[in-house]
């Protein structure tokens, strides 16, 4: 079935570091990608989304490239703030699964003033 | 954007209580509504998926007389945990989705249920 994979964490940058985190992701289909983001007591909040390969979704200095001949996604921001640091999810929709969202396991990033 | 309310935020309640959780598409219809549940530090876990209208299919070892999935309408959703026990705490998360390829699913705040 469909999976995500991202990179463990937690993430630890000091501000205005670059940030990558690392996602891989398999499905049968022609995925959606999307990365969202989770901060303290909150709910998801979408960060970007990429529908189709070569598509680069982008939003507050974030960005992602859907990479489909390597199955990947991952996100990079050039310079972090202390307000970035959160819980990043990387996670795929596909009409063949009813559309039904799999999301990675999550990775934190801390950021350090 | 689309917004999502969930309600309520927190829930603190004694064991033995039921607790209805409502999801509320604010600004678009909502065809599909999932409901997570998510433990502390980890990933979201599917419960199950609510289609207006229909019966909710729910996710191997998610018991459907334990959570309680109705989707009256095209904008709501509720959950209720039945006879809730103190391993029912967690953070649940509901979220709503339009239908349409390529489109996010759009999610609520949460609701932290605390069960003494």
């Known amino acids: 079935g469909d999976s995500v994979t991202q990179m463990e964490g937690p993430v630890t940058l000091s501000e205005e570091a670059f940030l990558t985190i690392n996602c891989t992701y398999t499905a049968t289909g022609y995925p959606s990608l999307f990365w969202y983001v989770q901060y303290p007591g909150e709910g998801l909040q979408l960060l970007l989304k990429?529908?189709?390969?070569?598509d680069k979704g982008s939003n507050k200095g974030f960005e992602a490239t859907y990479r489909k001949e390597t199955t990947s996604f991952h996100l990079e921001k050039g310079s972090v703030q202390v307000s970035d640091s959160a819980v990043y999810f990387c996670a795929l929709s596909d009409s063949t699964g009813g559309f039904k969202t799999i999301f990675g396991a999550g990775t934190r990033l801390f950021v350090k003033a | 954007g689309a917004v999502v309310s969930q309600h309520p935020s927190r829930v603190i309640c004694k064991s033995g209580t039921s607790v209805k959780i409502e999801c509320r598409s604010l600004?678009?219809?909502?065809?599909?509504m999932f409901w997570y549940r998510q433990f502390p530090k980890q990933s979201l876990m599917l419960m199950a998926t609510?289609?207006?209208?229909?019966?909710?299919?729910?996710e191997q070892g998610v018991e459907k007389d334990k959570f309680l999935i109705n989707h009256a309408s095209l904008t709501l959703s509720t959950l209720t945990v039945t006879s809730a026990h103190p391993e029912d705490s967690s953070f649940y998360i509901c979220?709503?989705?339009?239908?349409?390829?390529?489109?996010?699913?759009?999610f609520g705040d949460g609701t932290r249920l605390s069960i003494l």
């Open positions: 990429a529908t189709k390969a070569d």
């Open positions: 600004d678009f219809q909502a065809t599909t």
């Open positions: 979220s709503a989705f339009n239908g349409q390829v390529n489109q996010p699913q759009h």
């Open positions: 609510s289609n207006e209208g229909s019966k909710a299919t729910y």
